[in-house]
């Protein structure tokens, strides 16, 4: 594929390598403005030279869109599994307790509950004493009204409706996963006016990084907590991405 856009939006050059070709595109979109098509002409009467300036352009297009469209569909895919997580936890909500008196938005109550009953509980099935210690730890980082905002972004599709906003200002990126969670938190950042310290130093490292901060990710998601498996799945980016994660040289911030 990307043989074939360099080939329309460009001048061949046969010696050029696949990380030229691609260097060589991304100069194309970064530059692309309206005013590189006004002499485009689209009439009969063109000249040779125009047809095929009308075709680089129209390939140029084509390779914008599709950009966009990989963009889109893949923060999709991410949001998505999220939010069918965020299912599992209202529905298992329900089956591990009756008390309608308790605070259904707190969604790190089930969590709490396996580290007191479960993992923090020598002889019980499921004992996890490194989880029960990481895990609380976790939950203070982040406020409940963040983990809230948290889940009601997701629903609301917020990181696809706000990606422009955010997307210019990230470094480089080896994954969807840290692409979408750098948005998001920059998302929540800017609707919090109250952030605890925690969130601040979270938000300070975003900021001055222009990566996500993966601490940030496992405490925002330890309301799966109480599921080990899908916690990790969800907060840590080689799991997340197992089947297509590129190892980085470079570390997303580590918060202390």
């Given amino acids: 594929m990307i043989d074939r856009y360099y080939s329309s939006c460009k001048h061949p050059d046969a010696a050029a390598n696949t990380e030229k070709k691609i260097n060589v595109l991304t100069e194309l979109i970064n530059t692309m403005s309206f005013e590189s098509f006004m002499d485009m002409r689209t009439s009969n009467s063109a000249s040779p030279k125009e047809k095929a300036n009308k075709a680089k352009y129209q390939a140029i297009i084509s390779l914008y869109l599709m950009i966009l469209y990989q963009i889109v569909k893949n923060m999709i895919y991410v949001n998505s599994r999220y939010v069918v997580a ?27 509950k396996f580290i007191e009953g479960k993992y923090r509980k020598k ?19 982040c406020d409940k009204k963040t983990r809230r905002d948290y889940r009601n972004q997701m629903d609301h599709f917020a990181v696809v409706r706000k990606i422009g906003k955010y997307a210019a200002d990230i470094g480089t990126f080896n994954s969807w996963f840290e692409l979408y969670h750098y948005v998001m938190q920059r998302i929540l950042f800017e609707r919090q006016n109250d952030l605890t310290d925690k969130e601040e130093n979270y938000k300070q490292l975003v900021e001055s990084h222009h990566t996500y ?19 990790k799945n969800l907060s840590i980016k080689e799991l997340f991405d197992r089947n297509d994660y590129k190892p980085s040289t470079k570390e997303s911030p580590k918060c202390s």
Avoid: Q, W
């Fill in 86 to 112: 965020f299912h599992c936890l209202e529905r298992d909500y329900e089956l591990h307790h009756n008390n309608s008196c308790v605070d259904k938005t707190n969604y790190s109550y089930l969590t709490r």
């Fill in 123 to 141: 002889g019980a099935r499921g004992y996890n004493r490194r989880a029960g210690d990481y895990l609380p730890n976790s939950i203070e980082c």
């Fill in 213 to 231: 901060c993966k601490d940030m990710v496992k405490a925002l998601n330890t309301p799966f907590g109480y599921n080990l498996p899908r916690y």
